[in-house]
């Protein structure tokens, strides 16, 4: 008895597989029929399914986050390393924001000044990791630009409070004058009144 894998085969024109020769015309009238080869994998795909198939395996794909339409096969990477509108953070402060705006952002973000506790030095952020490198924590006495600020700061506090204390004072004067209104202008009435129960009797 022969065995089964020994049987006689032929390939299916159309599909490219190897058919069981007695089988052969029935497979290729059912295949040509039937299915169809994607130009794209070159899977044999069912012809009422071939549209799907592209759209759910091949056909472009737009990013959720910007919208731009790419093939399937890079979303993944360009949502996580390309995408304008992916949210990174800001090497100086940390703060969340879309790719597209980093750049902008920490160009303003590390002409920021903090001072240096070592050193009692401003320092740039964006200059604070070379600078941590190399200070040798000598205090800097020609650092009047930090004591300014902290003048300008206690003046602009001070002008501050002095705004909010007239600003209490003005409405603190207004609220008198109104209780003061309400006050006459209910003595009036009541006045009014009792001139009136009088020229009654």
């Given at each position: 008895m022969a065995a089964v894998s020994d049987?006689?085969?032929n390939i299916c024109s159309h599909c490219n597989r190897a058919i069981p020769a007695a089988n052969i015309d029935l497979h290729y009238a059912h295949c040509s029929r039937n299915l169809e080869r994607c130009k794209i994998c070159g899977d044999m795909v069912p012809k009422k399914n071939a549209e799907d198939h592209y759209l759910s395996t091949h056909a472009p794909v737009a990013c959720s986050m910007c919208s731009e339409t790419m093939d399937r096969d890079i979303l993944d990477f360009h949502k996580g390393e390309n995408c304008p509108q992916r949210i990174v953070t800001c090497d100086f402060c940390e703060f969340p924001l879309p790719a597209i705006d980093l750049a902008e952002?920490?160009?303003?973000?590390?002409?920021?000044?903090e001072l240096c506790h070592l050193c009692n030095k401003y320092v740039r952020l964006r200059e604070r990791y070379n600078h941590e490198a190399s200070c040798n924590g000598i205090p800097d006495n020609t650092a009047t630009?930090?004591?300014s600020r902290d003048v300008?700061?206690?003046?602009?506090?001070?002008?501050a409070?002095?705004?909010?204390r007239n600003n209490f004072s003005s409405r603190r004067l207004l609220f008198t004058i109104?209780?003061?209104g309400i006050a006459v202008l209910l003595g009036s009435l009541f006045f009014q009144r009792k001139t009136e129960h009088s020229d009654m009797h």
């Open positions: 049987e006689a085969t952002h920490q160009e303003v973000c590390g002409n920021r000044t630009v930090g004591s300008r700061a206690a003046e602009r506090d001070d002008g409070r002095r705004r909010q109104a209780i003061t």
